[in-house]
Every structure is written in C-alpha cells, then in structure tokens.
C-alpha cells in the first residue's frame, strides 16, 4: 500500500475512533420519553452517543431508555448531580448518608439503561458555598463519599468520572490539579476523571496542559464553548484540545455540552442560539472538521 493511503487510512481510524456525544441538558431537565423525537434526530446527525441526565431514581423507568438507545445504536452515558438535600460533605450524617444511597440509586438506573460510566460533580453538592475555602474534614468526607461510590459501582461494571466545576458552581476543588490530588486520594479504579472545557476556560491557564495531566485517567470529555452555545462560535481553542487529545491517544467519546434558558441552573437568560437543531447541526459540522 503506498505511504499516502496508509496515511489516509491512519486519519479515517482517528476519526472514527473518537465518538461523538450530545448531551440533553440542552433540552432542559425534563427527562422522559418525550425525548425520544430528539434521539431520532440525535442519531440522524450523526452523532454516536447520548449523555442522559439520572434525575428520576427509579431503575424501572429505565428500561425503555435502553431498549430506545438500542434500537438507535447509541452509546449511552450516564450523569447526576447532589443538591442542597443531598450534600455528601454536610457534617450531618444523615445527609451524607441521603446522598450516597441517591448516588448509589443513581447508579443503579444506570446499570440498566446500559451505561458503562457516570460521570459529574457527585462529590459535592451543585451551588451550595460555605463562604470559605473546604476544610480537610470536608475534603475527607467527599472521598469516602466517592470511594464507598466507587465499591458499589465496581459491582454493576461502572466507571465513574469525576468532574470539577468552576469556582462559582462549586467549593470542594476547582481545577484539574486537585481533581487529580482528590482521586489519587479515593485511590479505586472504578473512580477516574472528565473534562469540562467549560469550567477548565474559568479555572486552567492552558487547558490543553490540564488535560495532558490528566493523562490514563481521563475517561471523558465534555466540549462546551465559553458561552455553552455553539460550538466554534466563542473563543475556546477546541483544536488545541483535540490536538491534546490525540496526543494522548484518548479513546473515549468527546461529547457536546450546550445550554438554554430551559435549564434555570445554567443562568442563561438570554438566547444563545436558533435552535436545538441548529445548536447541534453547526456543533457537530465543526467538530468534525477539525478531527
């Protein structure tokens, strides 16, 4: 074969090895079966995978999720949140222990929509500030929080991928550097990290430097543009990134994170885009040109 088409061949393989998500907080947080139109369309524009919200806890209601993302052929990830009910660092046990039997029913749902991993900030509660920095005792709350997580998750074959959030969403780490120092803390192997491009455009210098950190570790990436619109129309160097990756040769999906004013978390209270569809058309188009 000439060097030229063994080149070729080379490219068409990185392409499709790094799979493309989409997540579906861009339709808000309403996650029921009215979205399965939008996983029709989800696959149409060639996406590879979805990342599901785990909100309601109930694992019966997600069979029908499986059976749906089956028949489309989309890989599935998992994701969920704690709230201010639900705070693995409270030194009230009883809440820590509400978070984790959540958490762990979080993963229960999961294991049967058919997701392999879980991913998001479950180590401490979305919004929720002390007005200080975290103490060493709530630094150890949240690891035995993640770690007995991470025992339990080991038995349903998931791997759960630890995100940071910026330092306005979040106060037990902010940034890839203590990531890392909390997850070699938790010390399982079911506990590994994500990026969010998001949060690392807040919080890192080089954000392609953080994510060479987080090196075998890393078992998920989400691209989010500075404004969580459409992808390439803020200034996130998203090719730098993919450089980065493939550097590294990362071989996890690399999914589109966009929000709305349907999601009251985000604090977005201004249209961002025309449409989801539009969101998603011009995103993956990018996306694909620069892999």
């Not at 037990?172 to 890392?180: G, I, P, S, Y």
């Not at 192997?189 to 987080?214: R, Y």
């Not at 570790?217 to 990134?241: C, Y």
Request: proline share 3%; net charge negative.
């Amino acid at each position: 074969m000439p060097i030229l088409d063994k080149w070729q061949n080379l490219i068409l393989f990185k392409i499709k090895a790094m799979k493309i998500g989409m997540n579906l907080l861009l339709w808000g947080t309403e996650i029921n079966e009215s979205l399965f139109p939008v996983l029709d369309e989800i696959k149409a524009l060639g996406f590879d995978a979805v990342e599901v919200p785990i909100f309601n806890l109930n694992p019966d209601d997600w069979h029908i999720w499986r059976q749906k993302l089956d028949s489309l052929g989309l890989e599935r990830i998992a994701e969920t949140f704690n709230g201010a009910d639900t705070n693995p660092l409270s030194m009230d046990v009883a809440m820590r222990q509400k978070a984790l039997n959540d958490n762990k029913k979080a993963i229960d749902c999961a294991a049967v929509m058919g997701a392999e991993l879980l991913i998001g900030p479950i180590h401490s509660p979305l919004g929720v500030f002390t007005g200080q920095a975290a103490t060493e005792t709530e630094w150890q709350y949240g690891v035995e929080h993640i770690r007995a997580l991470s025992e339990y998750a080991a038995t349903k074959n998931i791997t759960i991928g630890i995100e940071y959030l910026n330092r306005f969403e979040a106060y037990l780490f902010t940034c890839t550097d203590d990531m890392l120092r909390f997850v070699k803390d938790v010390n399982h192997p079911n506990c590994q990290v994500m990026f969010d491009t998001f949060h690392a455009n807040i919080e890192e210098k080089d954000l392609a430097k953080a994510i060479k950190k987080c090196g075998e570790r890393l078992v998920h990436v989400q691209l989010s543009e500075n404004d969580r619109s459409t992808l390439g129309k803020g200034h996130v160097d998203f090719k730098k990134i993919i450089k980065a990756l493939k550097s590294m040769n990362y071989k996890g999906l690399v999914s589109i994170e966009a929000f709305s004013m349907k999601l009251a978390a985000a604090n977005i209270w201004r249209p961002m885009f025309e449409s989801e569809t539009q969101l998603m058309q011009d995103s993956i188009k990018y996306l694909k040109k620069i892999l």
